[in-house]
């Protein structure tokens, strides 16, 4: 069974930067990452397949990227001009076959534990 592991969460103030990280212990063909704020249903924020990125959602559009390193079995989204409405827990997600929407949750089987991002105005 393929396990997720975050990093790279944090505290910083709006416009900062902050780099999320995802150890995947396999080669799952589809990743994401998706975030819940509070009170909030999680939502999809960048997808990708392989190594090229698939979807982003549109209010982190020019400020994120999501991309992979392969030799490192590592997922990165890095994040640029934080926002505070970007405050949620960073999830990674994986799955080694996509029917749907790449930010449907039920698309996905393998999940990191998340890791918490918070920006202040």
């Known amino acids: 069974q393929v396990k997720l592991v975050e990093s790279g969460g944090g505290s910083v103030q709006a416009g900062g930067s902050l780099r999320l990280s995802c150890v995947a212990s396999g080669y799952p063909l589809y990743m994401a990452w998706f975030r819940q704020g509070p009170g909030k249903e999680r939502e999809g924020v960048a997808a990708?397949?392989?190594?090229?990125?698939?979807a982003y959602r549109d209010s982190v559009k020019g400020r994120f990227t999501i991309s992979k390193d392969w030799d490192k079995n590592t997922l990165y989204l890095t994040m640029n001009s934080l926002r505070p409405e970007d405050t949620a827990i960073y999830y990674c997600?994986?799955?080694?076959?996509?029917?749907?929407?790449?930010?449907?949750?039920?698309?996905?089987?393998?999940w990191g534990q998340g890791t918490q991002v918070t920006v202040a105005s």
């Open positions: 997600a994986a799955t080694f076959t996509l029917r749907g929407d790449s930010f449907d949750v039920n698309e996905y089987n393998i």
């Open positions: 990708i397949r392989d190594q090229e990125p698939t």
